[in-house]
């Protein structure tokens, strides 16, 4: 495969292979930055492996934090930027199907590479843009196949994330898995049991937001991985639906999770244990039952102004990427412009508030006041009374007499 000219993200790291060059070590660049760049993708982390031990790494700069020093992780700061730096290095048995017992740094780039995930993604590159390619990684690029360095279930007893990470893959660059590294991810899908849920949220996520988002999801169900994630066992039937949706790429982990729990048909206290069974942050737990909420009620109704001021613009805005994902048809300008042109977007927009009725009223404070706010909250929203302070009083004042 034919490289492309280095991009400057690569270009500001090479003072740090030079450096360590330069102190007799061996460095390259590895991982994911090399895959895309061969792929024409964009560049994000740039990683750095090298020959130098951790310790050593310390020695040649002079700005370095211990990131993951316990795995052979230093990150270096330059005028440049932030590399994590990691020694070659060698693992020992995975009791818990995640994390080695043991990790042994060794001086072979081999050595280091044999033990990634997949081919694409066991690339070196060396300052002057040479692919080292033990694994024919490039030859499955050009072929767009995910396939396991050396036997795929010795690597997914490994870690069991790289099950999972593998439909993610297929998901974002739109590769086919492999026959044989396929069939060891569906014979040992158990073993994403042992994974985190926040590690399998993180490339559940991703994997959803791909570009090439029914091929993750497809092989996500065919392997059985759903049936180890929460909420997901025994419903294949609900979650293929996603497949129908619109091919345009989901916008928000919002959105993902809003599409789930409608394609889950998940209400009340079942909608609650979901989101509590992937430990989900309170703030997006409160965005997806205020989305979810909107859906329901718009599979019979319209948009009405109570229902949009529930909601904040990026809820609207999700709930109407949702809708256009599921139907094709895409309402969002116009109904953000309705959600804009609301006379108030919360109570404290109110032209009054709770100690103008007060000294207004010459009454104590009480049960009355909260409800008497959410009346005039009400009563602007539907355009009885316009949000001025005078009008206000006197719609009080009015309701007060009946």
Known sequence: MLSNPLPEEFIKGLHIIEELEAAGFEAYFVG???????LNRPIHDVDIATSAYPEEVKQVFSQTIDVGIEHGTVLVISDYGQYEVTTFRTESTYQDFRRPDEVTFVRSLTEDLKRRDFTINALAMTKTGAIIDYFDGQIDLENKQLRAVGEPTERFYEDALRMLRGVRFASQLGFEIEAKTFEAIKKHHSLLAHVSIERTHIEWIKMM????RNKGLVSFLDSNLSEMCPGFANEKQRLISLVTLEAAPIES?????????????????SRLNFIKSWKLSNQLKIQIINVTDALTFLKTSDWDTMTLYSLSPFEVATVEHIRYLKTGVDSSIETLKRHDNLPIHSKSDLAINGRDILNYLH?????????TLNELEEAVLCGKVANDKVALMTYIEKEKRN
């Open 32 to 38: 994911g930055s090399v895959r895309d760049y061969l």
């Open 209 to 212: 937001m791909g570009n090439y």
């Open 253 to 269: 982990e919002l959105a993902v999770w809003g599409l789930v729990v409608d394609a889950l048909e998940l209400k009340g206290q």
């Open 363 to 371: 009454k104590e404070p009480g049960k009355w006041l909260g409800e």
